[in-house]
C-alpha cells in the first residue's frame, strides 16, 4: 500500500479531558467544537424514482432493501427526508442494484 493511500492519524493530546472540555464550552457558546470535522452528506433523493428504476412496489422495495414500509411511504410523501445513510445508500441503489442485492444476500447468508 502507498503512502498516499494510508490514512494519516493524528496523535492524540496527552490533555483529551481538557481538550473535551473545551469542546463542550463552544459548543454551549453555539461555535463549531469541531473545526476540522468535515461530513459528507449526499444530495436530496426522489425515493419513488429510484423505486421506478429498480421496478419494485413500496412493500418489495422496502423488504429487499432493508427498509421499513413506513419509512419507504414517508420519504415519497414527503413527511420525511432520508438520513445521510439512508440516502447514500439510495444513491448507490439508483445505479447498482443487482450488487446492491447480492452483497445483502451475501451478508445475509453469512
Do not use: C
Not at 421506478?52 to 429487499?64: C, H, K, N, P, T
Request: proline share 6%; aromatic share 6%; no cysteine.
Amino acid at each position: 500500500m502507498s503512502t498516499t493511500s494510508r490514512t494519516r492519524r493524528r496523535p492524540l493530546p496527552s490533555n483529551m479531558a481538557a481538550v473535551g472540555l473545551e469542546q463542550v464550552r463552544a459548543m454551549r457558546r453555539g461555535e463549531s467544537a469541531f473545526k476540522e470535522h468535515v461530513r459528507f452528506v449526499p444530495p436530496p433523493v426522489d425515493v419513488a424514482e429510484v423505486r421506478a428504476i429498480v421496478g419494485l412496489s413500496q412493500s418489495e422495495f422496502a423488504e429487499r432493501f432493508g427498509f421499513s414500509l413506513g419509512a419507504i411511504r414517508n420519504w415519497e410523501q414527503g413527511i420525511r427526508q432520508p438520513d445521510a445513510a439512508a440516502r447514500t445508500l439510495l444513491h448507490i441503489i439508483a445505479r447498482h442494484p443487482k450488487a446492491v442485492s447480492k452483497m445483502i444476500a451475501e451478508v445475509t447468508n453469512a
